[in-house]
């Protein structure tokens, strides 16, 4: 497999200069798929050279440049990321599906300040505002935050990962039984995430409902993972959980 993708790879990266005349051109979503059987074989490093190939092939592309840039950041090329970002931006200073991008990033380094300042002329959108919501929470201004997480699900009320992050910031003072009352209209749906069902299995059982913790799992949670998150909660420790921003794609 990998001496497949590396010999695909060459391809990619040759970008075909002088194909033959009946020759397929080589686009720049074929480009991506090769990346992604890349990172899928392991070779994160040729992964991360054939995305940014990619970005730098499609530079009117909005999707590519998207896609390409979540690749990076995946790969943990965030740097690169930035940089294909900053174009996108340059190009249109007002993509909220890039702004959202590059907020992602700051927020996922700590960097709430830069997280809100990018997302600053984004539209408010219930993706949006959830984000800002992150970002807030990350400062510890959690009755901001909240205040945002229910602004969006007044236009997006079914939406779980608004719900669960609004349920984690809850959860972040204390306040297992109202972040339980968030989550637990959600806890019969199929679809629910598996982020969120786990996220209610644990508020379950700090609230001492060990039954439909294991119910909701399908397995009991440990109970000195309990204990710790209760202590941290409680304010013995830096908390351990915090809202998670959403893909921006």
């Keep these: 497999m990998t001496?497949?993708?590396?010999?695909?790879?060459?391809?990619?990266?040759?970008?075909?200069?002088?194909?033959?005349?009946?020759?397929?051109?080589?686009?720049?979503?074929?480009?991506?798929?090769?990346a992604d059987a890349a990172a899928a074989s392991g070779d994160v490093a040729l992964a991360a050279s054939l995305y940014a190939a990619a970005a730098a092939s499609a530079p009117q592309d909005k999707m590519v440049q998207l896609r390409a840039a979540a690749a990076l950041a995946r790969a943990g090329?965030?740097?690169?990321?930035?940089?294909?970002?900053?174009?996108?931006?340059?190009?249109?200073?007002?993509?909220?599906?890039?702004?959202r991008a590059r907020a992602a990033l700051d927020i996922g380094e700590g960097r709430a300040d830069e997280a809100l300042a990018a997302l600053a002329t984004a539209p408010d959108s219930p993706?949006?505002?959830?984000?800002?919501?992150?970002?807030?929470?990350?400062?510890?201004?959690?009755?901001?935050?909240?205040?945002?997480?229910?602004?969006a699900l007044r236009t997006a009320p079914d939406d779980?990962?608004?719900?669960?992050?609004?349920?984690?910031?809850?959860?972040?003072?204390?306040?297992?039984?109202?972040?339980?009352?968030v989550l637990a209209p959600l806890a019969e749906s199929a679809s629910l995430p598996a982020r969120a069902r786990a996220t209610l299995a644990l508020l379950?059982?700090?609230?001492?409902?060990?039954?439909?913790?294991?119910?909701?799992?399908?397995?009991?949670?440990?109970?000195?993972?309990?204990?710790?998150?209760?202590?941290?909660?409680?304010?013995?420790?830096?908390?351990?959980v915090a809202p998670a921003v959403r893909p921006a794609m």
């Design 3 to 34: 001496r497949l993708v590396r010999f695909l790879a060459v391809a990619a990266l040759a970008g075909c200069a002088t194909p033959p005349p009946q020759g397929p051109h080589l686009t720049a979503d074929t480009r991506l798929r090769v």
């Design 127 to 151: 993706a949006t505002l959830a984000d800002r919501a992150v970002a807030l929470d990350l400062q510890a201004r959690h009755d901001a935050a909240q205040a945002l997480y229910r602004r």
């Design 77 to 99: 090329r965030l740097g690169e990321a930035r940089q294909v970002l900053a174009a996108r931006l340059k190009a249109d200073p007002a993509d909220p599906d890039a702004l």
């Design 204 to 240: 379950y059982a700090l609230d001492g409902q060990a039954d439909r913790s294991r119910d909701l799992l399908g397995w009991p949670l440990a109970r000195d993972y309990v204990a710790q998150v209760a202590r941290a909660v409680a304010g013995a420790d830096q908390p351990l």
């Design 160 to 181: 779980a990962a608004i719900r669960n992050d609004l349920a984690l910031s809850l959860l972040l003072q204390g306040r297992v039984r109202e972040a339980i009352a």
